[in-house]
RNA sequence: GGAGGGAUUCCCGAGUUGGCCAAAGGGGGCAGACUGUAAAUCUGCUGGCGAUGCCUUCGGAGGUUCGAAUCCUCCUCCCUCCA
């Protein structure tokens, strides 16, 4: 793995990345690290402020995989003190603080997840509390003595923030300077992030420099859009696809991205190789390649890569299925119901397809409710439940009711 | 410390001469048609209740009134300007 050369390291690299600054330290640092057979030191910091990882968070961690592939040392920063202050980058708001105890909380379900992709046996963790944590007022105050108003006022989202007359917190500032101090305290040789990290990751060169270090090389990869094609993938938008996704669930969300998303998902989130890629581009520009088939291919590579081949291979064969040729799928969640009469909309709640009797309701109302079938009319209706009869709501959800 | 502005339903945002307000409009979401579970487009729905009515909601607590998101008092929070 660490035999490719110094062209096929950069090229690897350089996929799917958003920019790398400066290049020509990069170049260096790969050189050297050759000719010393010194692996880099490639650090990602991440901050555990959610549980729950989706495919956005997986994109720098991708890309330290790479590193890891190429024989470098990753380092993975768990941020325990930063997440308490919440990294403002591209926020026009201030995150919500998180205690110390909830951080850690998250920190083992976060691991989990990013252990799905990263190689754990050779991957330094490290949390930033373990310097954060002894610092003095005195050494906080030189910290900050790094660091002016004017500067951070160029970051476009604070400059933002400022000029809208919205609230910019004092730790808010602090954030960049930490994050930066994490990069001298592990002597980075480059910092992986997103693109919002850009700002951060400079300032840690600068940390380095006056620390007496070689400054880091920054490698930001882009932002991943979520399945609606517009803002970026995040949980709280509800466009995201969940690491903890099921095999069916992920498949089915990626078929539903916008096709003009397709060439970001495979860059990003696939190790498709780059000439293929070329390939489908241009199949799909001259219409030889159907959009869907490609994207078909672009859930099955995501699918395998967090659930292995096997599970995109049942994932794609129960969406074909449903969804192409209007079956039903194989395995439906089961609703174990008496014998006795129940009302729809009553059954439309015990199955979880309404969370109250008004939203049942409309979506009888809407046309959107079958019973093997055969779309229900009337809100009032009395069903007498049948073994095995399938409630369908939408085209997506289905349940099947078994008899007690 | 002083002066002023504001808090509305998931979000933004109307509404403040008291009743016609479960509250305009937009966004988002859900459902239907069309399709490739794409996009775009069109349509309907978008507080709760087995429900021609009842209940809860317009930052919080009280008050005035037959009746308050709208008026009064106090409180909390946020923003701006001056220091």
Request: aromatic fraction near 6%.
């Amino acid at each position: 793995m660490d035999s490719l050369n110094l062209e096929e390291q950069l090229a690897a690299i350089k996929r799917g990345v958003g920019d790398v600054f400066p290049e020509e330290e990069l170049v260096e640092k790969l050189k050297r690290s050759l000719a010393e057979k010194r692996p880099l030191r490639v650090k990602l910091g991440v901050d555990p402020t959610a549980t729950d990882l989706h495919l956005g968070h997986m994109v720098p961690l991708l890309k330290l995989k790479t590193f890891q592939d190429l024989g470098h040392q990753a380092v993975l920063i768990i941020g325990d003190y930063t997440a308490m202050l919440g990294d403002p980058s591209g926020r026009n708001k201030a995150r919500p603080q998180l205690t110390h105890d909830q951080v850690m909380a998250n920190c083992r379900t976060y691991e989990e997840q990013a252990f799905k992709i990263l190689d754990r046996s050779r991957t330094e963790v490290v949390f930033n509390g373990s310097w954060f944590s002894k610092m003095h007022f005195t050494d906080v105050i030189a910290l900050l003595s790094r660091m002016t108003l004017a500067r951070m006022l160029e970051r476009e989202d604070f400059a933002n923030r400022y000029n809208n007359e919205l609230p910019i917190g004092l730790h808010e500032l602090v954030y960049p300077l930490m994050q930066g101090y994490d990069s001298a305290m592990v002597r980075a040789d480059v910092e992986m992030g997103g693109m919002d990290q850009k700002f951060n990751i400079l300032v840690g060169r600068d940390i380095q420099r006056e620390l007496g270090q070689e400054p880091q090389v920054g490698v930001c990869v882009p932002i991943l859009l979520g399945t609606d094609g517009v803002e970026k993938m995040s949980k709280s938008l509800g466009n995201y696809i969940a690491i903890q996704d099921g095999p069916s669930e992920m498949y089915g969300k990626t078929m539903s991205i916008p096709d003009e998303l397709m060439d970001m998902y495979f860059e990003l989130l696939t190790e498709v190789p780059g000439r293929e890629l070329e390939e489908i581009r241009t199949g799909l520009a001259k219409g030889t390649h159907h959009p869907r088939n490609v994207k078909r291919r672009l859930a099955r590579e995501i699918v395998a890569r967090f659930h292995g081949p096997e599970a995109a291979k049942e994932a794609e064969e129960e969406f074909d299925l449903v969804f192409i040729k209007g079956e039903l799928p194989e395995d439906m969640p089961k609703l174990s119901l008496g014998s006795e009469s129940i009302w729809i909309v009553e059954l439309l709640r015990l199955a979880g397809f309404a969370s109250s009797n008004g939203e049942g309701r409309r979506l009888i109302q809407g046309g959107g409710v079958r019973i093997d079938g055969q779309q229900v009319a009337d809100v009032d209706l009395e069903w007498i439940p049948e073994d095995g009869a399938v409630i369908q709501v939408g085209k997506r959800r289905f349940i099947k009711v078994a008899l007690k």
